[in-house]
């Protein structure tokens, strides 16, 4: 097995991003009890499924790009390797894409695809919750990664859902431009090769014709997953789409264009988004990931009945990604939850490739991946029974004519947003804001700047009083519904008592 423990997974451009939206959307703190009907993919439309019924085997064992290769199996999981293999199709538009996301999506061009489904499953058929999580792998570092998986595995495995992870793109598959590469780190040399490459004794017989036909080979894939493929007999009850940076701008046009189409997952969970949706590209190109980054702002279509989930990085609001843009209000298929205090990515991401990265301050080492996981938790919810998730207060940003700014406190920590306990009893400033070096991956990293000890002093006065403080906040944020009584005890190790005076 080949895990390389890299996670340049990370959306990549320098390119400037403004806004010339200066609406400053507000939403509540307050919890909602709303119980709506969602919508269920089981009845969607007949349509090509993937043939998974060819076990990939040989080589060197599966490559992955992950922050923790020992994760697998550690709950009682075991990990399969699968061949998708169809006729895809890709999709051309019609019209202009605007604001509210309604655009209107054509199948265009046929083409046969071959590429990689990995399945991450329960051992025992009884612990299986019904839920499978199907990741568009992230490629932004030149090798497929799995962000999500990175961030909620915990989640994913106590609670006994299946995680997918689909080679969609051609550069995992095929090889390409790397959009973010970061030296020095071990198995870098990978990056924008592709799995035919890597290992062609057991990718060798791959194929992906084009990053237009991402989109059909995901919902092909869905759609064998609906009906057991590749799941050793389990059946789903529901499959969620899921992705992050790149992915999630994948997906914002996946649900504006495709999912009216094809309705083929039950719900979305869309982390670190941009501003826009990705551009369709013609047959045998790749992704413009930096094109997407100056597209049309856009929101989630609000006549689709299919639940999303947003969760966003106080990177994401401000910097180039751009989300800022695309804030729209919470709604019955709708919620967006911004977390202050967090970057792009962050140490749980970057794993052990931090100390390669010198990006001037220390990396983000934040707990965005704990309300991750409660925001996972509370889809799943929603899908089953109906009862939406918590609203959540919005991060406290101006707009201006140069773009967005995030408000801060003297500590420099953000305003507003999701609160979290190291944000809120903090002996460091976590932060989104860019760092002092102006490489690419630095500018998505964030930092965790540590208080001088005469400011500790000023906020404590004994090491007891910033226990119990901290302590207090962890059960706030868990009684908020924005981190799980399960992840209690890893909120409370982001506490650093040490540096307090006794």
Same mark, same amino acid.
């Given at each position: 097995?080949?895990?390389?423990?890299?996670? &340049?997974?990370?959306?990549?451009?320098?390119?400037?991003?403004?806004?010339?939206?200066?609406?400053?959307?507000?939403?509540?703190?307050?919890?909602?009890?709303?119980?709506?009907?969602?919508?269920?993919? *089981?009845? $969607?439309?007949?349509?090509?499924?993937?043939?998974?019924?060819?076990?990939?085997?040989?080589?060197?064992?599966?490559?992955?790009?992950?922050?923790? /290769?020992?994760?697998?199996?550690?709950?009682?999981?075991?990990?399969?390797?699968?061949?998708?293999?169809?006729?895809?199709?890709?999709?051309?538009?019609?019209?202009?894409?605007?604001?509210?996301?309604?655009?209107?999506?054509?199948?265009?061009?046929?083409?046969?695809?071959?590429?990689?489904?990995?399945?991450?499953?329960?051992?025992?058929?009884?612990?299986?919750?019904?839920?499978?999580?199907?990741?568009?792998?992230?490629?932004?570092?030149?090798?497929?990664?799995?962000?999500?998986?990175?961030?909620?595995?915990?989640?994913?495995?106590?609670?006994?859902?299946?995680?997918?992870?689909? +080679?969609?793109?051609?550069?995992?598959?095929?090889?390409?431009?790397?959009?973010?590469?970061?030296?020095?780190? /071990?198995?870098?040399?990978?990056?924008?090769?592709?799995?035919?490459?890597?290992?062609?004794?057991?990718?060798?017989? @791959?194929?992906?014709?084009?990053?237009?036909?991402? %989109?059909?080979?995901?919902?092909?894939?869905?759609?064998? &997953?609906?009906?057991?493929?590749?799941?050793?007999?389990?059946?789903?009850?529901?499959?969620?789409?899921?992705?992050?940076?790149?992915?999630?701008?994948? @997906?914002?046009?996946?649900?504006?264009?495709?999912?009216?189409?094809?309705?083929?997952?039950?719900?979305?969970?869309?982390?670190?988004?941009?501003?826009?949706?990705? /551009? @369709?590209?013609? =047959?045998?190109?790749?992704?413009?990931? $930096?094109?997407?980054?100056?597209?049309? $702002?856009?929101?989630?279509? *609000?006549?689709?009945?299919?639940?999303?989930?947003?969760?966003?990085?106080?990177?994401?609001?401000?910097?180039?990604?751009?989300?800022?843009?695309?804030?729209?209000?919470?709604?019955?298929?709708?919620?967006?939850?911004?977390?202050?205090?967090?970057?792009?990515?962050?140490?749980?991401?970057?794993?052990?490739?931090?100390?390669?990265?010198?990006?001037?301050?220390?990396?983000?080492?934040?707990?965005?991946?704990?309300?991750?996981?409660?925001?996972?938790?509370?889809?799943?919810?929603?899908?089953?029974?109906?009862?939406? /998730?918590?609203?959540?207060?919005?991060?406290?940003?101006?707009?201006?004519?140069?773009?967005? #700014?995030?408000?801060?406190?003297?500590?420099?920590?953000?305003?507003?947003?999701?609160? *979290?306990?190291?944000?809120?009893?903090?002996? +460091?400033?976590?932060?989104?804001?860019?760092?002092?070096?102006?490489?690419?991956?630095?500018?998505?990293?964030?930092?965790?700047?540590? %208080? *001088?000890?005469?400011?500790?002093?000023?906020?404590? =006065?004994?090491?007891?009083?910033?226990?119990?403080? %901290?302590?207090?906040?962890?059960?706030? #944020?868990?009684?908020?519904?924005?981190?799980?009584?399960?992840?209690?005890?890893?909120?409370?190790? %982001?506490?650093?008592?040490?540096?307090?005076?006794?």
């Amino acid at each position: 097995m080949t895990r390389i423990a890299i996670a &340049l997974l990370l959306v990549a451009t320098v390119a400037a991003c403004s806004s010339s939206d200066d609406t400053k959307d507000r939403a509540s703190s307050t919890s909602s009890t709303t119980t709506e009907p969602v919508e269920t993919a *089981t009845t $969607a439309p007949a349509g090509p499924k993937a043939d998974l019924s060819n076990e990939l085997s040989g080589g060197d064992g599966v490559f992955i790009a992950t922050a923790d /290769p020992d994760v697998i199996g550690k709950a009682g999981y075991v990990e399969r390797e699968y061949a998708a293999e169809g006729t895809a199709t890709d999709y051309k538009e019609q019209g202009e894409r605007t604001k509210d996301g309604r655009w209107t999506f054509e199948p265009d061009h046929h083409a046969h695809y071959r590429t990689r489904v990995l399945v991450r499953a329960p051992k025992k058929a009884s612990d299986f919750d019904g839920t499978v999580i199907e990741e568009w792998l992230n490629v932004s570092g030149g090798v497929d990664a799995e962000p999500e998986w990175t961030n909620g595995y915990e989640e994913i495995e106590r609670s006994g859902a299946v995680w997918v992870g689909v +080679s969609a793109q051609r550069i995992g598959v095929e090889g390409g431009p790397v959009a973010v590469s970061v030296s020095g780190v /071990p198995g870098a040399d990978a990056a924008g090769k592709g799995l035919k490459k890597i290992d062609p004794a057991r990718y060798g017989s @791959l194929e992906q014709p084009g990053d237009g036909f991402s %989109f059909d080979i995901m919902t092909q894939v869905a759609r064998a &997953l609906r009906g057991g493929a590749g799941l050793d007999g389990l059946q789903p009850k529901r499959v969620i789409a899921a992705g992050e940076s790149q992915s999630a701008f994948a @997906l914002v046009s996946y649900y504006n264009g495709v999912q009216p189409l094809v309705h083929a997952f039950d719900g979305f969970f869309i982390h670190s988004r941009g501003g826009s949706g990705i /551009p @369709l590209v013609a =047959p045998g190109k790749y992704a413009d990931i $930096a094109g997407s980054l100056g597209g049309t $702002a856009t929101i989630f279509r *609000t006549d689709v009945d299919t639940p999303v989930m947003d969760i966003q990085t106080e990177t994401d609001a401000t910097s180039v990604i751009g989300s800022y843009a695309a804030r729209q209000d919470d709604s019955k298929t709708f919620r967006l939850w911004e977390v202050a205090g967090t970057a792009h990515a962050d140490t749980r991401l970057v794993g052990s490739s931090s100390k390669y990265i010198h990006c001037g301050v220390p990396i983000n080492d934040g707990p965005m991946h704990i309300v991750m996981k409660a925001a996972l938790h509370a889809l799943v919810t929603w899908l089953d029974t109906g009862k939406a /998730p918590r609203t959540a207060p919005r991060l406290d940003v101006t707009a201006g004519t140069t773009g967005p #700014t995030q408000n801060r406190d003297a500590d420099g920590i953000a305003l507003g947003g999701i609160r *979290t306990p190291p944000v809120d009893v903090p002996v +460091s400033a976590l932060s989104g804001a860019t760092a002092p070096n102006p490489s690419t991956i630095c500018l998505l990293l964030g930092s965790d700047k540590p %208080f *001088t000890p005469q400011r500790i002093a000023q906020l404590y =006065p004994s090491r007891a009083d910033y226990r119990q403080r %901290f302590d207090k906040a962890v059960d706030a #944020t868990i009684k908020a519904g924005f981190a799980l009584p399960a992840d209690r005890a890893a909120l409370l190790a %982001f506490a650093k008592p040490d540096q307090v005076p006794a």
